[in-house]
């Protein structure tokens, strides 16, 4: 067995998406050095300045506690084909070591600065466990569900000009997503932000599609669209389908959000501890995220033979995202939130809520007593869509490659169709029979 010289790839969350705020950067280095008291006594007054007064104090451990995470995924090949994928998280539980024992509105403030990336859908699961936790009903249900539609969107975008343009050798286009990003971050709520941002984002979708869109609908018309139409999706679409990326034996889709689903989860999680890290559905791994939501939609059927999933999931994510616009105006005008973001009471006490985001189902399981969170579980999509015999693996394995580069090429680009919120290592190792 001979390395590839270890060749390692890393994708730092922080670098390509949402940037940290100074307050979690103070919680990552109080994270990382909890034994320097220095660290913690400005961590400790910046909370008391922001009215989040956690009594913190350091600990005598010498070795580092990461608050992010990392995924490591070891690939096999044979020099012909990939023989085998490792795939092993790193992923401390931070709300172990953050949330228990705080009153809940600190925790409402704090777990959406915890995790920055996709941080409006962490405030609305939150905010929707907490809640269902008191047995109260949902807190300004429709501004939520167009925070969460918002950033959905803007992920989107920025998988489409920025992350999948680089890996397959097409030109990267970031302004009208820092537009896009910029218009979301300024925005208060009032129908004239939201009127704003919606012109950005109907632009921005204009311009993926070249103001051609085809016909969701229809399988005939988005071949005839991807052969001839020279927009900046249909080149990405085109050369998805030539990367001969794997399409052999899938794992389940995870169902769409209901209350059924969100309590099976819920006792999941009572019964098994290691749920939260590696969730499974009737017993097996899932795969969550616009995909798995439109599991139902006439174009998988009249797909080609052979199309592989990631081709799928790009085009999944762009049927929900020509959708967002229409949605977010209907909200505007008052219409009631679709199941997007829903919140179930398990028992007194106990609360779970689960939020349809960019990447798939996250879900939060509170349980309070009075107004302190006595514990608090977090399930991110990552742990469903990179579970190790997950989609992932279902995707590499026995996958044709012959050259290191074109190895390399189709490993990211399985990895970005699934697309994870944590940085990831990727080591390929090479046999020789």
Same mark, same amino acid.
């Given at each position: 067995?001979?390395?590839?010289?270890?060749?390692?790839?890393?994708?730092?969350?922080?670098?390509?998406?949402?940037?940290?705020?100074?307050?979690? #950067?103070?919680?990552?280095?109080?994270?990382?050095?909890?034994?320097?008291?220095? %660290?913690?006594?400005?961590?400790?007054?910046?909370?008391?300045?922001?009215?989040?007064?956690?009594?913190?104090?350091?600990?005598?451990?010498?070795?580092?506690?990461?608050?992010?995470?990392?995924?490591?995924?070891?690939?096999?090949?044979?020099?012909?084909?990939?023989?085998?994928?490792?795939?092993?998280?790193?992923?401390?539980?931070?709300?172990?070591?953050?949330?228990?024992?705080?009153?809940?509105?600190?925790?409402?403030?704090?777990?959406?600065?915890?995790?920055?990336?996709?941080?409006?859908?962490?405030?609305?699961?939150?905010?929707?466990?907490?809640?269902?936790?008191?047995?109260?009903?949902?807190?300004?249900?429709?501004?939520?569900?167009?925070?969460?539609?918002?950033?959905?969107?803007?992920?989107?975008?920025?998988?489409?000009?920025?992350?999948?343009?680089?890996?397959?050798?097409?030109?990267?286009?970031?302004?009208?997503?820092?537009?896009?990003?910029?218009?979301?971050?300024?925005?208060?709520?009032?129908?004239?932000?939201?009127?704003?941002?919606?012109?950005?984002?109907?632009?921005?979708?204009?311009?993926?599609?070249?103001?051609?869109?085809?016909?969701?609908?229809?399988?005939?018309?988005?071949?005839?669209?991807?052969?001839?139409?020279?927009?900046?999706?249909?080149?990405?679409?085109?050369?998805?389908?030539?990367?001969?990326?794997?399409?052999?034996?899938?794992?389940?889709? %995870?169902?769409?959000?209901?209350?059924?689903?969100?309590?099976?989860?819920?006792?999941?999680?009572?019964?098994?501890?290691?749920?939260?890290?590696?969730?499974?559905?009737?017993?097996?791994?899932?795969?969550?995220?616009?995909?798995?939501? %439109?599991?139902?939609?006439?174009?998988?059927?009249?797909?080609?033979?052979?199309?592989?999933?990631? #081709?799928?999931?790009?085009?999944?994510?762009?049927?929900?995202?020509?959708?967002?616009?229409?949605?977010?105006?209907?909200?505007?005008?008052?219409?009631?939130?679709? /199941?997007?973001?829903?919140?179930?009471?398990?028992?007194?006490?106990?609360?779970?809520?689960?939020?349809?985001?960019?990447?798939?189902?996250?879900?939060?399981?509170?349980?309070?007593?009075?107004?302190?969170?006595?514990?608090?579980?977090?399930?991110?999509?990552?742990?469903?869509?990179?579970?190790?015999?997950?989609?992932?693996?279902?995707? %590499?394995?026995?996958?044709?490659?012959?050259?290191?580069?074109?190895?390399?090429?189709?490993?990211?680009?399985?990895?970005?169709?699934?697309?994870? /919120?944590?940085?990831?290592?990727?080591?390929?190792?090479?046999?020789?029979?």
């Amino acid at each position: 067995m001979k390395s590839l010289g270890r060749k390692l790839r890393k994708f730092r969350a922080g670098r390509r998406r949402h940037p940290f705020s100074p307050l979690d #950067y103070g919680l990552k280095d109080a994270a990382q050095h909890p034994h320097n008291p220095t %660290l913690i006594t400005g961590l400790t007054n910046r909370l008391q300045k922001w009215n989040l007064a956690f009594h913190l104090q350091p600990v005598s451990e010498s070795r580092d506690v990461e608050i992010e995470g990392s995924l490591r995924i070891s690939v096999d090949w044979d020099g012909e084909r990939i023989c085998g994928v490792r795939v092993f998280s790193s992923r401390p539980d931070v709300t172990r070591a953050l949330v228990g024992g705080r009153r809940a509105a600190e925790v409402q403030a704090l777990l959406p600065r915890i995790f920055s990336i996709c941080k409006r859908a962490q405030a609305a699961a939150v905010e929707a466990a907490l809640d269902a936790a008191r047995g109260a009903p949902p807190a300004a249900a429709r501004h939520r569900e167009m925070e969460v539609l918002a950033e959905v969107a803007v992920e989107y975008l920025w998988r489409l000009r920025i992350d999948l343009p680089g890996l397959l050798g097409l030109p990267q286009r970031p302004a009208a997503v820092a537009r896009l990003k910029h218009e979301l971050e300024r925005n208060r709520g009032t129908g004239e932000d939201w009127s704003r941002f919606l012109v950005a984002l109907q632009a921005a979708i204009e311009e993926e599609c070249g103001g051609e869109p085809f016909a969701q609908g229809d399988p005939e018309a988005l071949r005839e669209w991807q052969a001839a139409c020279d927009a900046p999706f249909a080149q990405i679409l085109r050369a998805l389908h030539l990367a001969a990326l794997g399409h052999g034996e899938k794992p389940p889709y %995870l169902p769409c959000l209901s209350d059924a689903g969100l309590r099976q989860i819920g006792d999941a999680l009572e019964r098994d501890v290691n749920f939260a890290k590696l969730p499974l559905h009737q017993g097996a791994p899932a795969e969550c995220g616009a995909r798995a939501r %439109l599991i139902g939609h006439p174009l998988w059927q009249a797909l080609p033979s052979g199309t592989s999933r990631a #081709y799928q999931r790009v085009l999944a994510r762009w049927i929900e995202l020509a959708e967002i616009p229409p949605q977010l105006s209907r909200l505007l005008a008052g219409e009631t939130p679709r /199941c997007r973001i829903l919140g179930v009471t398990l028992a007194p006490g106990h609360g779970i809520a689960g939020v349809e985001t960019a990447r798939g189902l996250l879900v939060h399981a509170a349980e309070l007593v009075g107004e302190r969170v006595a514990r608090y579980r977090i399930v991110a999509p990552t742990e469903w869509n990179f579970h190790p015999e997950g989609a992932l693996p279902a995707d %590499l394995i026995g996958l044709p490659a012959r050259a290191p580069r074109e190895l390399a090429q189709r490993v990211d680009l399985a990895i970005q169709s699934l697309d994870p /919120c944590l940085r990831h290592d990727v080591e390929l190792v090479q046999f020789h029979a």
